[in-house]
């Protein structure tokens, strides 16, 4: 088949899908399409392939990243209206003007199945958006997610920072994020990851997941260590608890989840965490001054709850309950063991601030 004959087969499907979009053809209307479908297999056989993509086309029209296609496909409706189209039965059409608007939403829709939409925040931001299968992802501050979807599988990769989850149900379509060599699976609930320096957290609200780890031959099911015992991530991560998953051990660690703590909450809750990583989550909040930790003071162990975005009051916090002061410059403020004391990792004092603030941590 020629090139010129394909493209005018493929056209005049395409003209015919828009016209049955509109509403009921006419009775001349279905006697025409009908002839030409039964006119030559190469008009059936295309004129079902443009319907499933139509299908898909509207499946995906309410997603949000499709707003800037269609207002493109409008564009080249109206620049398509300026030029002469042919319709299947020989006279000038003018609904046919759209089918190039069609085809140019069908094409940017594959392509756009087949590369991924980076979703990101900025320090102290957070986002909600709506996916495409009608999914939830919340962005914590300073955090990334990257969405790719396909027609059997939904793949996400948290990049950096938090976020949380609430699945639309498809079990035919798994939902799958990845962090690091961590891979959670799910096919309707709600969870979060968090991606630190060296270890990816799982906390599960709702529903259940399978807790995947790659470490180079591929995924298998991650382990947990509950009670001196090793028992499955998927068996031991219900909801109400978290997964820590480290890069420096192969059995994760299981804990109960902080409610405030989660993206949106608004509060972020420490339960006897190193000094190290309790900066690193405060400042995805930190629109001021960067918090830096020396490393004699990075292993001391935090407890307490702060609200996010408080930095004043975190640093306050530590300053008062452990053997660290807090030293300001033009670049940031460097929490480093006092000159006269040497920090003992093994120390650990429960702060609050909260809203509420003791006269001490002011």
């Not at 499709?66 to 299947?88: D, E, I, K």
């Not at 320096?197 to 709702?206: K, N, P, Q, S």
């Not at 991560?237 to 978290?242: A, F, K, N, S, V």
């Amino acid at each position: 088949m020629s090139t010129d004959r394909a493209r005018n087969i493929e056209d005049q499907a395409v003209a015919w899908c828009l016209r049955l979009h509109e509403g009921e053809p006419t009775a001349a209307e279905q006697q025409a399409l009908d002839a030409w479908l039964a006119e030559d297999p190469a008009h059936r056989a295309q004129f079902a392939r443009m319907r499933r993509l139509w299908d898909g086309v509207a499946l995906d029209a309410h997603a949000p990243e499709l707003l800037p296609l269609r207002q493109q496909a409008l564009a080249a409706a109206q620049a398509a209206g300026r030029r002469r189209w042919t319709s299947p039965r020989g006279r000038v059409a003018p609904w046919l003007a759209a089918a190039a608007a069609l085809l140019l939403a069908i094409g940017v829709t594959l392509l756009l199945r087949d590369r991924a939409t980076l979703y990101e925040t900025r320090v102290g931001e957070q986002r909600a958006v709506v996916l495409a299968d009608g999914s939830t992802l919340v962005l914590d501050a300073d955090s990334a997610v990257r969405v790719r979807f396909s027609d059997d599988r939904r793949d996400l990769t948290l990049e950096r920072g938090r976020a949380s989850f609430k699945v639309a149900k498809n079990p035919l379509r798994p939902f799958a994020v990845t962090s690091g060599s961590s891979v959670v699976v799910a096919v309707g609930t709600a969870f979060s990851v968090e991606r630190l320096a060296r270890e990816v957290r799982v906390a599960l609200y709702e529903g259940h997941v399978a807790v995947l780890r790659d470490r180079g031959g591929g995924p298998s099911a991650q382990l947990a260590r509950v009670a001196g015992a090793r028992q499955p991530a998927e068996q031991a991560l219900t909801p109400g608890r978290e997964l820590i998953l480290s890069d420096d051990a192969a059995d994760a660690v299981l804990r109960a989840a902080a409610i405030g703590d989660r993206p949106g909450g608004g509060q972020l809750s420490f339960a006897s965490e190193p000094l190290a990583v309790a900066v690193q989550r405060v400042n995805r909040y930190n629109v001021g001054k960067p918090i830096a930790v020396a490393p004699r003071a990075g292993d001391v162990r935090v407890s307490g709850v702060f609200n996010t975005g408080d930095t004043d009051a975190f640093v306050q916090g530590v300053v008062a309950a452990f053997p660290v002061t807090a030293v300001v410059s033009d670049r940031d403020i460097l929490l480093t063991p006092r000159p006269d004391n040497h920090t003992n990792s093994a120390l650990e004092t429960p702060i609050t601030t909260g809203s509420q603030k003791s006269s001490a941590l002011r």
